[in-house]
């Protein structure tokens, strides 16, 4: 293995794929204690210079710093503006042809969009009726979910919220709740409320849209004699509906991914992510939709990344969805900075930037589409990437790509998780010792490109392969574990 991994030509550290101990020589660099997955500095770094990662400035130096010197937080600083302030000049965007689009074994919905589970969702309107909802769900799968069977699933997403919310928190709650009653991989739904709340089945079902009364049931507890009783009336009714439906050949151009990185180490940046931006650039090549959010995690690198928006109008909602996020920790007296996490620190990441950076490599060099709001849908037929307003919080925005209408959320890290959402949440490792480590959380091992005989296209084949069989019914991790819920983005005021 290399002593160092060097990213890009312009940079001046480079990165240990493994501890390099104090007094350890190479190609003229005397090295200091520099931790796996840590940068090392590859010539004089003044104070107050720009240190270079990816080819782009992760922060300045806060003293000189000598070759082979240890590169982190005790002499490295942020340099990360308060806001972003960029010229759109075209698009950047460039990426190869990827051949054959291939198939894998989906459902087809009556409105024609694809949808790789057969699954039956319980969507509660509010908090009160959680225990009901998931009560419903448990007895209902015990009847009708058999191994082999038309019904994939049946699963209840509850949360906290629905009453007591004023504002932009009850609209958020509303529109990712929504979001996931639309969702194709529910060949049904049954909504269940109270019958008290602020968040009304009458506004909800108004903001959900035009609902096939064949595939969405819904009705207050309140208003009911027996609430268990009556939901798996409806649910009996909903897996006949349901039964319908059949696996057969879809183009993978069909397919939305979601692109998430979490717990990330000094390695996401140079295996995982990089590898999920090869299959961004494949899926964009056919014509398929990924999905990136995260906007904290774009903060420094908005360069790089707006760069490949497709016309002025999407570079100039995207750049307003990041000064508007940087707005939003004005608002609450938080540096826009606040980041990296320790975990992230002790992994190697140093400051935002860097993060950021590294972050945006899960898009490839995909060019930018469409950008959404939170809770809102991404647009069919476009292909490329397609941004979503949401924080950085693992939970919170894979939910919002759930509710974006991600099929499959890829799912980087370094650090590891055992998070799960509505959809397939596959991880991926960025190093080898996680993998071997948590080998009941990790899908796929990225750190194999960390091997110098390592192919990137053949690594990039395999895990293709992966998605298509988890697309075509192949459980993820976090299905098998029963690991899936939702997290809603809260802001403001609880009565």
């Given amino acids: 293995m290399k002593l160092l991994v060097h990213i890009h030509p312009d940079d001046n550290v480079a990165v240990a794929p493994q501890a390099i101990a104090a007094g350890t020589r190479d190609g003229g660099l005397d090295f200091a204690d520099i931790p796996a997955g840590h940068k090392a500095a590859l010539r004089p770094i003044a104070a107050g210079e720009p240190v270079i990662k990816y080819g782009f400035p992760i922060g300045l130096a806060t003293a000189d710093i000598a070759p082979g010197e240890h590169v982190h937080v005790h002499n490295v600083r942020t340099g990360l503006a308060e806001d972003t302030e960029l010229k759109y000049e075209g698009s950047r965007s460039s990426i190869p042809a990827a051949g054959e689009v291939p198939v894998f074994m989906g459902y087809r919905r009556p409105d024609g969009r694809a949808a790789t589970r057969n699954e039956i969702w319980i969507v509660n309107t509010v908090a009160c009726v959680n225990v009901p909802s998931q009560r419903i769900a448990d007895l209902a799968a015990r009847e009708f979910v058999t191994p082999g069977g038309a019904i994939d699933g049946i699963h209840a997403f509850t949360h906290p919220y629905g009453c007591s919310q004023l504002g932009d928190d009850l609209g958020h709650t509303r529109k990712i709740l929504a979001g996931l009653v639309r969702h194709p991989n529910a060949a049904a739904v049954l909504i269940l409320g109270l019958g008290c709340e602020n968040n009304t089945l009458k506004s909800f079902l108004a903001e959900a849209g035009t609902l096939d009364p064949q595939r969405v049931k819904f009705f207050n507890a309140q208003e009911v004699l027996d609430e268990i009783e009556h939901g798996l009336e409806a649910i009996r009714e909903l897996v006949a509906y349901a039964s319908q ?54 903060f420094g690198a908005e360069a790089p990344l707006f760069s490949r928006c497709d016309s002025e109008q999407t570079f100039d909602e995207a750049l307003g969805m990041v000064n508007e996020f940087k707005e939003y920790f004005r608002r609450h007296g938080e540096a826009v900075h606040e980041n990296p996490s320790p975990g992230n620190k002790d992994g190697g990441i140093t400051t935002l930037e860097e993060k950021s950076l590294g972050c945006i490599q899960k898009g490839g060099r995909a060019p930018v589409k469409q950008v959404v709001g939170y809770g809102e849908s991404a647009k069919q037929g476009l292909g490329g990437l397609c941004l979503v307003e949401a924080p950085g919080n693992d939970g919170v925005s894979c939910t919002a790509l759930a509710a974006a209408g991600a099929h499959e959320i890829l799912f980087t890290t370094g650090r590891g998780t055992p998070l799960g959402v509505p959809v397939p949440t596959l991880k991926i490792a960025s190093n080898h010792s996680l993998a071997e480590r948590k080998p009941g959380w990790i899908d796929f091992d990225a750190g194999r490109l960390l091997d110098p005989e390592a192919s990137a296209d053949q690594v990039a084949d395999d895990l293709m392969s992966l998605i298509l069989e988890v697309a075509s019914g192949k459980e993820a991790k976090n299905e098998r574990n029963g690991f899936r819920e939702i997290t809603i983005w809260k802001q403001g005021v609880t009565l």
């Fill in 245 to 298: 439906f059949k696996r057969e050949p879809i183009p993978a151009s069909e397919l939305v991914l979601g692109m998430k990185c979490g717990g990330s180490d000094g390695f996401s940046g140079i295996t995982a992510n990089p590898l999920v931006g090869r299959i961004s650039e494949r899926l964009s090549s056919w014509g398929g939709t990924a999905i990136l959010t995260e906007v904290p995690e774009m």
